[in-house]
């Protein structure tokens, strides 16, 4: 059981250019979450899905756009890249309905905008 | 005000010692209080997490939430160096999508 896995586990990219942070989970997780990570700093949630087809915005969401055509994956994208999205990126999932279910975090995606 | 507050650290003890963790919160909706322990370059893992007001206890570790005064507690007895790691607090808000509000976290550091 894979749990939430992210891909790439480290990038470097230019100015301007576009990027996608994939994440899947293959636990039938309904609920999933963007966050980001900046030393000092707690996770902010960017986005957040309730199921295939619904999004909705977080608490910093600017520069970046989220899809989830299926249940399993939720990618993030960047379209500019600026230096203030250099930071540490986590997706998480939980099965919502269930009780009260903690959120399962992947493992990050480190992200440096040069 | 910010959501949550954590001290941020760093926290350094010796090996055996008790260690305490706080947090305070402004949102007094929050019900559910989630501990996340986070190892260099990994994910946050729950560590435990507790209802409303009140202790819970698992194994060496026993949280506390004091609702009246909005205060989170993380208690680590006979801390072992393998409990070397970043502690976040993180109410949750049981309305919406079940969001979590961390802290900062607080680092650990205990010295064999």
Same mark, same amino acid.
């Given at each position: 059981? &894979?749990?939430?896995? @992210? %891909?790439?586990?480290?990038? !470097? *990219?230019? $100015?301007?250019? =576009?990027?996608?942070? @994939?994440?899947?989970q293959?636990?039938?997780?309904n ?5 980001r @990570? ?6 902010? *949630? $960017?986005?957040?899905s309730?199921?295939?087809? !619904? ?13 989830? =055509?299926? %249940?399993?994956?939720?990618? *993030?994208?960047?379209?500019? &890249? &600026?230096? =203030? @999205?250099? /930071?540490?990126?986590?997706? &998480? =999932? !939980? ?16 992200? /440096? $905008? *040069? | ?19 305490? +963790?706080?947090? #305070?919160?402004?949102n ?18 729950? +560590? ?7 202790n ?12 009246s005064?909005?205060?989170?507690? +993380? ?14 607090c ?15 976290? #607080? ?6």
């Amino acid at each position: 059981n &894979a749990g939430v896995t @992210q %891909t790439p586990k480290f990038r !470097i *990219l230019k $100015i301007g250019q =576009s990027m996608t942070l @994939q994440c899947t989970q293959d636990m039938n997780h309904n609920y999933m979450y963007w966050y980001r @990570q900046d030393p000092g700093m707690g996770l902010k *949630l $960017i986005y957040y899905s309730v199921g295939a087809g !619904i999004t909705d915005k977080g608490e910093v969401p600017n520069g970046y756009n989220v899809s989830r =055509s299926t %249940t399993e994956d939720f990618p *993030l994208r960047l379209e500019l &890249a &600026a230096p =203030s @999205q250099t /930071s540490v990126y986590f997706c &998480a =999932s !939980i099965r919502r309905g269930e009780g009260n279910q903690p959120q399962h975090f992947g493992d990050g995606t480190r992200l /440096s $905008i *040069l | 005000q910010k959501e949550v507050e954590q001290d941020p650290g760093p926290l350094s003890v010796p090996e055996g010692a008790i260690v305490s +963790l706080n947090c #305070t919160y402004s949102n007094s909706a929050f019900q559910y209080f989630m501990w996340y322990r986070q190892y260099s370059r990994k994910g946050p893992e729950l +560590l435990m997490y507790t209802y409303s007001s009140g202790n819970k206890e698992d194994g060496r570790f026993t949280a506390q939430v004091d609702k009246s005064s909005k205060y989170i507690s +993380l208690f680590i007895r006979d801390s072992q160096p393998s409990d070397s790691a970043t502690y976040l607090c993180a109410p949750q808000d049981q309305t919406g999508a079940n969001n979590l509000f961390f802290g900062t976290g #607080t680092r650990l550091t205990v010295i064999p």
